[in-house]
T-cell receptor, first 113, second 114 residues
Framework: AQSVTQPDIHITVSEGASLELRCNYSYGATPYLFWYVQSPGQGLQLLLK??????LVQGIKGFEAEFKRSQSSFNLRKPSVHWSDAAEYFC???????????FGAGTTVTVRA | DAGVIQSPRHEVTEMGQEVTLRCKPISGHDYLFWYRQTMMRGLELLIYFNNNVPIDDSGMPEDRFSAKMPNASFSTLKIQPSEPRDSAVYFC????????????FGAGTRLSVL
């Protein structure tokens, strides 16, 4: 079964600074990979996804992620964060053999002025 | 599109009472998922449906939990009887086939069992 590890529980970043959130997955074949964002009191919103092809994926809100098979990673980046990026971010992995997603524990991002 | 709609947004009930959570998926989506989110266990998949048929309910914690999908536009998750440890945020998500792994989430129902 697939699994996801998000090593950082909480990250604080200054507004305008860059952001990188780490995600490591475990899966025997090529995974489907996702990043979701959850604002307080809201549901999860899909930021970006990777199925195949170009390993650098662009998403909404200026986010991008890079799939590195050799490192089993799918890290999320943003060059310059805005105060509105304060939220919880979830990495998820899915398999081609079923329809389920396995989510990481999440990383909470705080943005300071 | 209105997205996935869940009701109620908040539910407060007393231990032993029956609780019914409701979900309307995005029109045309073939898959529907119910999740539970807690601080201790994170996001857990409870059950999912394909074309209104339950496919995998291995995540349903106990017999007190049941889910139905009587038609393509409506699903319920019922807890009877409820217990304080059921307090959590319950999310419904739907997914279009064949890109079935792309899931769109509702805003969730925050359940508090006193």
């Amino acid at each position: 079964a697939q699994s996801v590890t998000q090593p950082d529980i909480h990250i604080t970043v200054s507004e305008g600074a860059s952001l990188e959130l780490r995600c490591n997955y475990s899966y025997g074949a090529t995974p489907y990979l996702f990043w979701y964002v959850q604002s307080p009191g809201q549901g999860l919103q899909l930021l970006l996804k990777y199925f195949s092809g170009d390993t650098l994926v662009q998403g909404i809100k200026g986010f991008e992620a890079e799939f590195k098979r050799s490192q089993s990673s799918f890290n999320l980046r943003k060059p310059s964060v805005h105060w509105s990026d304060a939220a919880e971010y979830f990495c998820a992995v899915g398999a081609s053999s079923d329809y389920k997603l396995s989510f990481g524990a999440g990383t909470t991002v705080t943005v300071r002025a | 599109d209105a997205g996935v709609i869940q009701s109620p947004r908040h539910e407060v009930t007393e231990m032993g009472q029956e609780v019914t959570l409701r979900c309307k998926p995005i029109s045309g989506h073939d898959y529907l998922f119910w999740y539970r989110q807690t601080m201790m266990r994170g996001l857990e998949l409870l059950i999912y449906f394909n074309n209104n048929v339950p496919i995998d309910d291995s995540g349903m914690p106990e017999d007190r939990f049941s889910a139905k999908m009587p038609n393509a536009s409506f699903s319920t998750l019922k807890i009877q009887p409820s217990e304080p440890r059921d307090s959590a945020v319950y999310f419904c998500a739907s997914s279009p086939g064949p890109r079935r792994n792309i899931q769109y989430f509702g805003a969730g129902t925050r359940l508090s069992v006193l």
